[in-house]
């Protein structure tokens, strides 16, 4: 069974810079690994559904990202380590949210977390103004 842990979350400023990480243990009954599969990091705020942040393809070679975090937050993985990451830099208030990883089940990287199969606990950001 796959499991993703999530790990980094706090309480920073707006402006701040944070990263957080997403590692994945375990195997899937298919046997595929952690490379290979699409990734992705969503959040949800109190009171609002849950959103698509940025999501990369298994090999890593494409990256997507919503609107909303464009230019400001970078996601990367280590398939050698089973490891994703977001860093995420000029924090805003809006961006307070729990933090999830997940693992996608569609060919290609999607914004619908209908489409991904596997989630974190997840890890709480708190931007304060």
């Known amino acids: 069974q796959v499991q993703l842990v999530e790990s980094g979350g706090g309480l920073v400023q707006a402006g701040d810079s944070l990263r957080l990480s997403c590692a994945a243990s375990g195997r899937g009954s298919s046997g595929r690994t952690f490379g290979n599969y699409n990734m992705a990091w969503f959040r949800q705020a109190p009171g609002k559904e849950r959103e698509f942040v940025a999501a990369i393809k298994w090999n890593g070679e494409n990256t997507y990202y919503a609107d909303s975090v464009k230019g400001r937050f970078t996601i990367a993985r280590d398939n050698a380590k089973n490891l994703m990451s977001l860093q995420k830099n000029m924090l805003k208030p809006e961006d307070t949210a729990v933090y999830y990883c997940?693992?996608?089940?569609?060919?290609?990287?999607?914004?619908?977390?209908?489409?991904?199969?596997?989630w974190g606990q997840g890890t709480q950001v708190t931007v304060s103004s």
């Open positions: 997940a693992r996608g089940r569609s060919l290609i990287p999607a914004t619908s977390p209908n489409l991904y199969d596997t």
